[in-house]
């Protein structure tokens, strides 16, 4: 299960939409060579938007939960995981109260609005709440089937770090062929 914030998704949507107009654009009025030139200025704006909105998220699966935020990446095994809690964001505690933060899943907003039944009608809850009681209950799923604690291990997100340095690379080459800066 993949939970990531709607606003990321949303926000990728968009910038890519608005690349490829972008881009659809270059080649009607100067051609493909010219669309080439300025397509990884273009990516560049869209990689960071995949960075800072769409990347960050929280995994889980029956062994450990996988926080990616931004360029990095924590597995973090269910048995080391002592608490599981939401304040903005979603956060693990785990190995004597050490915090992992997940700036990529669910989010608390602000409290529920009454419903329309009248005053004394039930407070719709933010879907953040059930998000993080669907992680709760994995986690106390597998702690009752015994899961084993294990070392947290950290790791880069290689599809970010590999994409932008292809778009770092395409951008250095575009420099030298257009002849730098005037």
């Not at 933060?101 to 719709?124: E, I, L, N, Q, T």
Request: aromatic share 8%; with cysteine; charged share 20%.
């Amino acid at each position: 299960m993949v939970l990531r914030a709607a606003s990321g998704v949303v926000a990728m949507i968009i910038s890519g939409a608005v690349a490829l107009l972008l881009l659809g654009d270059a080649v009607l009025r100067a051609g493909w060579g010219e669309m080439l030139l300025l397509a990884p200025w273009v990516l560049l704006a869209v990689w960071v938007v995949y960075l800072f909105m769409y990347s960050s998220a929280i995994e889980t699966d029956a062994d450990a939960v996988t926080v990616q935020n931004f360029l990095r990446r924590t597995r973090l095994p269910w048995g080391e995981v002592a608490d599981v809690r939401l304040r903005y964001q979603v956060v693990f505690v785990y190995g004597g109260g050490q915090e992992l933060k997940a700036f990529g899943g669910p989010v608390a907003g602000r409290p529920g609005r009454p419903s329309r039944d009248g005053p004394g009608g039930r407070r719709r809850e933010p879907p953040a709440l059930h998000e993080v009681e669907t992680i709760r209950r994995r986690w106390e799923a597998s702690v009752e089937a015994s899961a084993v604690g294990g070392v947290p291990t950290r790791s880069w997100a290689p599809f970010g770090l590999c994409s932008g340095l292809l778009i770092a690379v395409w951008a250095v080459v575009a420099v030298m062929i257009t002849g730098g800066p005037a």
